[in-house]
T-cell receptor, first 111, second 109 residues
């Protein structure tokens, strides 16, 4: 069966510091991968998605970036965090046009 | 107009009640639809997929009306454990999943 991992589970970072969140999927090949952010009390905002290694589509221009160095690994990064980057970051995978399955998420607080 | 719209609620219903949520979508090219539930501070979890006119799974029934561009979710015999936020999702072209803002349900004893 497929499993999706995210780490860390929680993170507290100062403004201006870098960020690296990692997501890995097990039990499937060539998944579509997604990064979402959910601000407190708000809906999910799609940040990036990837249909293959090295292929990244950005939905919202901001100070975040994403990379997919391996088939089942998706990384979200920032060089300098802003206060507005605080939120619940969710990674998800899908088998191309079917349901999405989410990881447990990373709760990021930028102080 | 937002691509996927939902009444944010909250819907407060007694145990055993039947409750229905509606969701409207603006992109007529949307191919597939899903309902997720999200518990507080947790990730969304898939509740139902809706590929044709509807789907039923136990106490949960989802219906799709393509002509009017809405999807509904009906929950019968509500349980306390049904309390959550319910997210409506539309899948358009290009693997683009569009989430609605969610409808909050509280089932009261």
């Amino acid at each position: 069966s497929q499993t999706i991992h995210q780490w860390p589970a929680t993170l507290v970072q100062p403004v201006g510091s870098p960020l690296s969140l990692e997501c890995t999927v097990e039990g499937t090949s060539n998944p579509n991968l997604y990064w979402y952010r959910q601000a407190a009390g708000r809906g999910l905002q799609l940040l990036f998605y990837s249909v293959g290694i090295g292929q990244i589509s950005s939905e919202v221009p901001q100070n975040l970036s994403a990379s997919r160095p391996q088939d089942r690994q998706f990384i979200l990064s920032s060089k300098k965090l802003l206060l507005s980057d605080s939120g619940f970051y969710l990674c998800a995978w899908s088998a191309g046009g079917y349901e999405q399955f989410f990881g447990p998420g990373t709760r990021l607080t930028v102080l | 107009r937002k691509e996927v719209e939902q009444d944010p609620g909250p819907f407060n219903v007694p145990e055993g009640a039947t409750v229905a949520f509606n969701c409207t979508y603006s992109n007529s090219a949307s191919q597939s639809f899903f309902w997720y539930r999200q518990d507080c501070r947790k990730e969304p979890k898939l509740l139902m997929s809706v590929y044709s006119s509807g789907n039923e799974d136990g106490r949960f029934t989802a219906q799709l009306n393509r002509a009017s561009q809405y999807i509904s979710l009906l929950i019968r015999d509500s349980k306390l454990s049904d309390s959550a936020t319910y997210l409506c999702v539309a899948l358009g072209y290009g693997q683009n999943f569009v989430f609605g803002p969610g409808t909050r349900l509280s089932v009261l004893p």
